[in-house]
């Protein structure tokens, strides 16, 4: 028999901007997208995840000339960080579209020629208020200031009058048929909320679009015409279509398009609600099935950005914690749709009262029993009594609750409902003391029933949990003594019975331990390094640094590819080295301790965020790092065997 093909998921995420370190708001997002991505394969679907980064446009060109680098450098740098951070937050993302690839930029070019082709792309004249912090052009109804100037509403920065020459798409011609498609799709931007503030947007009419630039260098040129390029936000938006194989890989781009759901902050709403079909229509594409606008994340009541200064560094919570506990918090504390206040007194509060104390617990004591009891098989269970039958019946019932608690995006619903589950579990076990049943021999088939009904509840519980906290769940999968990777039981195979009596569970290590509000709160306080002011000067050295200053130098692992000696120039040598996510070519004084040969294949240490330079005529993009002897340079090489572009710190 045929298999049937399994349904497609495709969600993604915003692509980040790269002018700067994502922080606990980026965060978000794509912690839900990971999430509901994990959800959705237990489901049985074929999913794709989409996330990546934006990075053309007037704020980028700026943040790299206010560090001195090229745009390019200053994204590579910030994919770096952003790779490192999803690892670090456990993200099972598919693909990383960054819109300087190549087939990215062609893909945009030639939906740009099919629209101007069609006359849905005309060009004219455009002036208007433009705020380059969010790159878009003011609403006319945004007021003028005192001095005569316009503040841009969403990011409080003052705009810029903008007057150019510019390509516009025919956005007017499209309010009606977006507000048609609004009527027959009333699910298309969720929460419900949202959809009636975008269709009221576009009731009040839509002016047409001006989407390319003449003064920003650093974008998608348009075709036949590079002396503009193309907005960034249009540029930005194809990705969804790129990044899924338009127009490079058409069976997985007909297999994934159009978008199931499109994550996004509430921010950039508009963008995505409006202009993207629009622009969909135009070019003849079918539309996403849904937008999803949700909430943010606010720090002492205000959107946390990085131009408030608020931004709160995900590493602070990844480094003592590890990803789940950061993952869980934020799933579960507000509704996706909502807005939410972090409070580190609220994240320790959940950490101590709902990991450490009810499901930590839990497992635990649970599976500690089952191996000082049983060493960590059961024996023949006693027959399920009235009680017993209570917990797997709340299992079965919960197994459904969550599942549409998931589907329907209300990860805090479904996690609420297993908590609500995993403390009937622990009163079950108050209840029947299995820890005094212990005590008389004749009850074994009875100890062995309720610390069997635990575990197998503990077992459906961790396979529910799975998607918002895939470590911990994987792990304690494992003490249970399955065989098979969690990732492997689809939802509706498991079973509360899928827990064999004779697997054998395994010592469990504590999964959560209980933290000291203020003693967290005083850790993180403290500068990582502290600089006492006592501290001497070793001779010849140059004056005390903070940690802060040391942490701004980039330094990796770097694999040295090619080697070669620099014309003219004794004590020089050209490398190409690898750094993870690009090769580079750096020059380096070391001619005279070494030649080219003795330095390929080795691994070094090398500052990446260094300016680039030009040494006698050769650019060199960073340095390595070295001791000076008698002027002579001796390098430092790794002997294990270490990923290039890993971090020295
Ligand atoms: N590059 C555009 C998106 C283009 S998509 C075709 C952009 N990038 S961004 O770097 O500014 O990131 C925007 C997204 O980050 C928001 O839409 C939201 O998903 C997330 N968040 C940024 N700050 C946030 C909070 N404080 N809280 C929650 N989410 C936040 O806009």
Known sequence: MEKKPKPAFYITTPIYYVNDVLHIGHAYTTIIADALARFKKQAGYDVFFLTGTDEHGQKIEKAAAEKGLKPRELADMVVGRAKDLWKALNISYDFFIRTTEPFHEKGVQKVFQTLLDKGDIYKGTYQGWYCVSNEHFLADDVPLENDGTKICPECNVKATVVGESSYFFRLSAYARPLLDFYEKNPNFVRPQGRMNEVASFVRGGLKDLSITRTTVKWGVPVPGDPAHTIYVWFDALHNYLTGIGYDWDLGKFEKFWPATIHLIGKDILRFHAVFWPAFLMAA?????????????????????????????????????????????????????????????????????????????????????????????????????????????????????????HYSATAVNRALEEIWVYVNTVNKYLADNEPWKLAKDPAQKPRLARVLYQAAAAIRGITYLVYPV??????????????????????????????????????????????????????????????????????????????????????????????????????????????????????????AETYKPEDLVGKKIIVIANLKPAVIRGVESAGMLLAAVVADKAYIPFFTDDLPAGAKVK
């Open 284 to 404: 003849g594409f079918k539309l996403p099935v849904c937008v999803y606008g949700h909430g943010w994340w606010l720090k002492d009541d205000a959107k946390m950005s990085k131009s408030k200064g608020n931004v709160l560094d995900p590493y602070a919570i990844l480094k003592p914690f590890g990803p789940d506990p950061l993952r869980y918090f934020l799933l579960r504390e507000i509704p996706i749709g909502n807005d939410g206040n972090f409070s580190h007194e609220g994240f320790i509060h959940r950490v101590n009262s709902d990991l450490a104390n009810d499901l930590g617990n839990l497992v635990h004591r649970t599976l500690t029993m089952v191996r000082s009891y049983f060493k960590g098989t059961f024996p023949e269970l006693a027959a399920e009594g009235a009680d017993d039958r209570k917990v797997r019946e709340g299992f079965e019932r919960l197994q459904a609750t969550v599942f549409d």
């Open 469 to 590: 906290m895939p470590g911990s769940a994987e792990k304690i999968w494992d003490f249970l003594g399955e065989t098979e990777p969690i990732q492997k039981t689809t939802y509706s195979g498991l079973t509360f019975d899928g827990l064999k009596p004779g697997q054998t569970i395994k010592e469990p290590v504590a999964l959560f331990p209980r933290v000291d509000l203020k003693e967290f709160l005083a850790e993180e306080a403290k500068p990582t390094v502290p600089v006492k002011p006592e501290v001497k000067k070793m001779e010849g050295t140059m004056d005390i640094i903070s940690y802060e200053e040391f942490k701004r130098m980039d330094l990796r692992v770097a694999h040295v590819l090619k080697a070669e000696k620099v014309e003219g120039a004794q004590k020089l040598l050209k490398l190409q080295i690898d750094l993870g996510t690009e090769q580079r070519q750096i020059v380096a004084g070391v």
